[in-house]
Nanobody, 114 residues
Framework: QVQPVESGGGLVQPGGSLRLSCAASRSIFSVFPMGWHRQGPGKAREREMVAVLTTEGNTNYGDSVKGRLTISRDNAKNTVYLQMNNLKPEDTAVYYC??????WGEGSLVTVSS
């Protein structure tokens, strides 16, 4: 299985926290950078880069999430995580895990609302 599989989405109140997980096959997890994109409500909105983590441990974050969201990986479990803290309503989106910007999961919905 090449397609990553996300889990952990749901409803959270503003200011709350949530952690997304993404499991991938070892064949892609061990060689490609892993990342998260998101697409907010409305078809016209493009997928926004949230965070990327290379196999060397380098990270890159979108400006809107810096300081609040953290990407990490567990090599033993072939899993990448997205820890989301101090969530805001504008973080509401479908979050997609990807490997090397080529292999995409089906997405996990995160809704931030009171």
């Amino acid at each position: 299985q090449v397609q990553p599989v996300e889990s952990g989405g749901g409803l959270v109140q503003p200011g709350g926290s949530l952690r997304l997980s993404c499991a991938a096959s070892r064949s892609i997890f061990s060689v490609f950078p892993m990342g998260w994109h998101r697409q907010g409500p409305g078809k016209a909105r493009e997928r926004e880069m949230v965070a990327v983590l290379t196999t060397e441990g380098n990270t890159n974050y979108g400006d809107s999430v810096k300081g609040r969201l953290t990407i990490s990986r567990d090599n033993a479990k072939n899993t990448v995580y997205l820890q989301m803290n101090n969530l805001k309503p504008e973080d509401t989106a479908v979050y997609y895990c990807n490997a090397d910007f080529r292999f995409w999961g089906e997405g996990s919905l995160v809704t931030v609302s009171s």
